[in-house]
């Protein structure tokens, strides 16, 4: 962790131009009859999770350019982890992935203690084969054609809401890479009733207050055709298993150009919206940091997701899900946790009852007007000022440089090899 002095001096550099930008905001905001302090509270209480997995340098099919002082294990991960959460106060939980993170609860729990977190919803991985694995998924996983392949996958999902339990987790996400690469290759109604069947089997090992997390992915690894390759599918799976389960929207895991806002609104309005992978995107599922290619269409993802908000059943997971490959991954998921709550925020400026009448009168230039005035706002104050007052940092990035964090750990983590692509 960072120590509290290098913390408490960067802030004192930036406080009181912050103070000054802050009152102005607030001026501007109560002219428009916007409290800034309750939207400040609402900011502060908005966390969203970090990917374990994101914390390592990532890298693509070709090739992996790994950073200094990468973390070793889960341990190291959640050291990361932590930093990135004392900084931003925006991070409190971390998902985990299995079998990449196994370790005993016992362990993962005294070490998030240690640190200041809680485990988000667990991850299971039947998209790789693992040393003593009996059999491969070459082929396929929850959907295989061979039913012992098929049943192996069932029990390490069992598996992971076993451990998930004793970590406090609440949620299984599941993603599989299942699907095929020629046409002909398989029969996509026998594959997916396959597929329906083995989940069904997950789903029944749920704990009563746990949530299933389905999540739909286009294409990659297969090229062709995937199991759950749209957010139709992945509504028809939360339908067939149940009421816990739900589905999972990653940002980048559609066409270019699909409205993504729409597709939230529609598994919101019948009651399968549980959760979100966030990232950013332009040509395909490029992983890029959240909000640095398109803000706009993010806040219009959250757009939807305050006008959900006074629904008291209405709680959708939120994580980063994104693969760092040209920066230091602490400094690109605190930016892009920053960019999450920057999105609700403004969403939260959007004058909804004044919306309404436009859209009733049918007045469409008036309507995305009103909309836009919450994205053009400048809403950097608010988030300082709440990280300021949970005790993190005003400006995360400059604090971590001072703090010297990677060259330090780097110090006790040796350098692993760049050998080898896939996205880590
Ligand atoms: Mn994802």
Redesign the pocket.
């Known amino acids: 962790m960072i120590k509290s002095d290098i913390i408490a001096q960067a802030n004192d550099a930036a406080n009181a131009k912050l103070k000054a930008d802050y009152d102005a905001l607030g001026e501007a905001l109560d002219r428009r009859g916007i409290d800034i302090a309750a939207i400040k509270s609402k900011v502060a209480k908005y966390g969203v999770a970090v990917p374990s997995w994101g914390v390592g340098t990532g890298g693509t099919r070709f090739a992996r350019f790994p950073g200094t002082g990468e973390p070793r294990d889960i341990f190291d991960k959640l050291d990361d982890c932590g930093v990135i959460h004392q900084l931003t106060r925006a991070t409190p939980s971390v998902s985990l992935h299995f079998p990449w993170d196994a370790q005993p609860a016992a362990d993962l729990n005294s070490k998030a203690e240690e640190v200041g977190l809680t485990f988000d919803a667990m991850n299971s991985n039947t998209f790789q084969d693992q040393e003593n694995q009996q059999y491969s998924y070459k082929f396929g996983s929850l959907s295989h054609t061979d039913a012992a392949t098929r049943q192996q996958a069932i029990d390490h999902n069992i598996a992971c809401i076993a451990l998930g339990r004793e970590i406090g987790s609440k949620a299984l996400t599941i ?1 599989v890479g299942d699907g095929s690469n020629f046409p002909g290759q398989t029969n996509f109604t026998r594959q997916f009733e396959r597929y329906l069947e083995a989940t069904r089997q997950v789903y029944n090992a749920l704990p009563e207050d746990w949530t299933l997390l389905t ?1 739909h992915k286009m294409y990659e690894p297969a090229f062709y055709s995937t199991v759950v390759q749209d957010w139709g599918t992945n509504l028809l799976i939360a339908q067939q298993m149940g009421d816990k389960a739900k589905c999972l929207v ?1 940002l980048g ?1 559609h066409a270019p150009n699909v409205n993504i806002e729409m597709i939230v609104a529609r598994l919101t309005q019948f009651g399968k919206l549980g959760g979100f ?1 966030f990232n950013d995107s332009k040509y395909g599922d490029d992983d890029l940091d959240t909000g640095s290619i398109d803000p706009y269409r993010l806040f219009l993802v959250f757009n939807e997701l305050v006008e959900a908000e006074n629904n008291p059943d209405f709680n959708p997971m939120h994580m980063l ?1 994104q693969s760092h490959n040209v920066t230091d991954p602490i400094e690109s998921l605190m930016v892009s946790a920053t960019e999450v709550q920057r999105a609700y925020a403004q969403a939260l400026l959007v004058d909804r009852t004044v919306l309404e009448g436009f859209q009733e009168s049918n007045d469409a230039l008036m309507a995305t007007t009103t909309l836009k005035h919450g994205f053009r706002t400048d809403v950097e104050p608010i988030l300082a000022m709440a990280r300021l007052e949970a005790g993190g940092a005003i400006d995360p990035v400059a604090a971590y440089r001072a703090s010297n964090y990677r060259a330090q750990v780097s110090a006790i983590r040796p350098q692993v090899s760049g050998a080898g692509g896939g996205i880590v």
């Open positions: 993603w999540e990653d895991h992978h899900d």
